[in-house]
């Protein structure tokens, strides 16, 4: 830093002066990306208190208005129902997290604590298969999944996640840094069972790798549509995403308010974890790719 | 000798504990890809049909598939829209991983706006797709009056009714979702880079500019390659939007492979069979990309996995020679 300010003075003020300017023209950049980031989501949020003739006469508000309940008064009068949505996409959300942080954990401890002959070769099978996406897979599965009579079901959504390849992957890349395997020599030296040095040892030392999982394959779950599209025909079944596919339909074309509203109500629970956990998120995101 | 043996007796664990993967690998994962690969001979359409007959030409619905002029302008509208999406992308990421990192000319809030640029990423496709459709509504939607209001255009545009203008704003959505996670990891990149080398630069004097062409960028290179192949799988993938913003419409100008295949086996005469071939190329396609990245990133593992080698061979023979010495 200090070197820097030597250097602007011994060249005079032509260098501080047009670094002022890129500096400048970097923030306007930087400012014009961050709205256009922004303004799709505020119209959003702002048009869903807005009455269906304000938004006609302006399309554009930066300010709300009042017609909150009477946009959620039409809302509910059809088909789409958010409460059934979000309930439906926690209990599915719920079941993948919670079986993607611990199977994928157990995986990994697998992968780095035992040493056992197939050990390599699982690996880079993991590796192999965790880029494969699963919509190639979607004919012969949505086939499968209707023989068994498991439509209409959140099974087929929810057990699918106790193998995730990425997320072995991350927590064996995890592990391999943060658990010293001395410790799980010496609780086995005090007679503990495997299954409990994993449960009880292993499960806390792994926390921070479990929370970025978590987080992820919670928000992953909640936004996907394919596999929901494939496999729920009922709509009481439906989650989040098919029921947003809802506000498409001619029963909204003239209720813009309400179809904002709708809009609104989905991601909402995102922009919540989103503003709490964000620094988590966005770390995750880095550290997930230096080491993939 | 004795942690040797040790180890053998604790061997059977890591069978057991990587059962549940391998038994839900097997049957959510591997059993379907082989079922739909096996649809793809046989003649299976028409809603609630189960049956396997194969066809007698087992590669009519392959054949099928390429002359369907719709697929091929679903791989051609594909390879568009990711590239429409990930050329300005990358342009745009490693620009904001330049100034981020620029060590001399330090940007004041980039965690706010790191915060901002990922947001969209995090947001469910689905709404973003349909909310998209709303803001570019015609005659009157928040875009046409902004386009009005700052006097870009003089009359309402009906930008939802032409091929490319469709097209553009499918990657557009898929630009404005990604760019902010591509300079996420770009910079994560940056930051793995030895310091060392930086401060040699800024002591010999190099530009900003000179610095990022000729330090930055030659250390991104693989990452960049982990980028760029990710996001081609991912492009391969793309269905919420297209599905949602206009059903691949109008005239199938936003129509991707996936919302193809899913319309296929899905809707109309319910042809999983030319779905399941569909599927299977867009298989291939995938194997492919993966190979590649793994051709990519080769390199460094190997040479990582040959100095552990050397370097455990080299524990043994001084533990064998301490060892005898004791001995």
Redesign the interface.
């Known amino acids: 830093m200090k070197y820097n300010d030597d250097v602007g003075v011994r060249y005079g003020n032509n260098i501080s002066r047009g670094s002022y300017v890129a500096k400048t023209l970097k923030y306007i950049v930087c400012i014009l990306l961050a709205i256009i980031s922004i303004l799709p989501f505020w119209i959003m949020f702002m048009n869903a208190t807005r009455g269906t003739y304000e938004i006609q006469q302006n399309a554009i508000s930066l300010l709300p208005s009042t017609h909150l309940l009477s946009n959620m008064k039409v809302l509910h009068g059809k088909s789409f129902n958010p409460v059934r949505g979000f309930i439906n996409s926690l209990i599915v959300s719920t079941g993948v997290t919670a079986c993607t942080v611990y199977f994928s954990l157990l995986t990994a401890y697998a992968l780095v604590v035992y040493d056992w002959r197939m050990r390599q070769p699982f690996f880079t099978f993991i590796m192999a298969v965790m880029l494969i996406p699963a919509q190639v897979s979607g004919i012969g599965f949505y086939q499968f999944m209707y023989k068994l009579n498991w439509t209409n079901s959140f099974l087929p959504l929810i057990l699918p996640a106790i193998a995730a390849p990425a997320a072995v992957f991350f927590m064996r890349q995890y592990l391999l840094g943060a658990l010293p395997l001395d410790i799980v020599d010496s609780a086995r030296i005090d007679g503990a069972g495997e299954f409990h040095i994993f449960n009880r040892i292993v499960l806390p030392i792994a926390k921070p790798a479990m929370a970025t999982q978590a987080i992820f394959s919670f928000v992953g779950s909640w936004n996907n549509l394919f596999t929901p599209l494939i496999l729920l025909t009922k709509q009481d079944k439906y989650t989040m995403p098919i029921m947003v596919s809802l506000l498409r339909g001619d029963i909204y074309k003239t209720e813009y308010g309400s179809v904002y509203l709708g809009l609104s109500l989905t991601v909402l629970p995102l922009f919540i974890i989103y503003f709490v956990l964000s620094k988590y998120i966005i770390q995750g995101v880095a550290l997930g790719s230096v080491k993939g | 000798m004795k942690r040797r043996k040790k180890?053998?007796s604790?061997?059977?664990?890591?069978?057991?504990?990587?059962i549940?993967?391998?038994v839900?690998?097997l049957i959510?994962?591997l059993?379907?890809?082989?079922?739909?690969?096996?649809?793809g001979f046989t003649d299976?359409k028409g809603l609630?049909r189960?049956d396997i007959n194969f066809l007698e030409d087992p590669f009519l619905n392959f054949k099928a598939i390429f002359k369907n002029p719709s697929f091929i302008k679903s791989l051609s509208n594909t390879a568009i829209i990711w590239l429409m999406n990930f050329i300005p992308q990358i342009v745009?990421a490693l620009?904001?991983t330049a100034?981020f990192t620029n060590r001399?000319?330090k940007?004041k809030?980039q965690g706010?706006?790191?915060?901002?640029?990922?947001?969209?990423n995090?947001?469910?496709?689905?709404?973003?797709a349909?909310?998209?459709?709303?803001?570019f509504?015609y005659p009157?939607?928040?875009v046409?009056?902004?386009l009005m209001?700052l006097g870009i255009s003089e009359k309402p545009i009906e930008f939802l009714r032409e091929g490319w203008t469709a097209r553009n704003i499918v990657s557009f959505i898929q630009f404005?979702m990604w760019y902010?996670?591509t300079m996420?990891?770009l910079?994560?990149?940056v930051?793995?880079i030895d310091p060392t080398i930086f401060e040699s630069a800024?002591i010999d004097g190099a530009s900003g500019a000179q610095t990022f062409f000729h330090i930055t960028l030659p250390n991104l290179r693989t990452?960049m390659l982990?980028v760029l192949v990710?996001s081609m799988?991912g492009g391969?993938?793309m269905?919420?939007i297209p599905?949602?913003f206009l059903n691949g419409g109008p005239d199938n100008a936003t129509l991707t492979t996936?919302v193809f295949?899913?319309n296929q086996?899905?809707s109309g005469s319910y042809m999983?069979n030319r779905?399941?071939a569909a599927?299977?190329i867009?298989?291939i396609i995938?194997?492919v990309?993966?190979g590649l990245?793994?051709y990519f990133m080769r390199d460094e593992d190997e040479v990582k996995l040959k100095k552990e080698k050397k370097r455990a061979r080299k524990e043994q023979a001084r533990r064998a020679k301490e060892g005898g010495s004791v001995v």
């Open positions: 180890s053998v604790y061997a059977k664990y890591g069978y057991i504990f990587s549940p993967f391998v839900v690998f959510f994962s059993y379907p890809t082989i079922y739909t690969a096996v649809i299976l609630g189960t745009i620009l904001l100034w001399r000319n940007l809030g706010a706006f790191k915060f901002l640029f990922y947001m969209p995090i947001m469910t496709a689905a709404t973003i349909i909310l998209f459709n709303s803001l509504a009157k939607g928040p046409n009056d902004l209001m404005w902010g996670h996420i990891i910079m994560a990149g930051a793995g800024e990452i982990y990710t799988l391969l993938q269905f919420d599905k949602l996936s295949i899913y086996a899905f999983y779905a399941a599927s299977m867009m298989f995938a194997v990309l993966s990245l793994f």
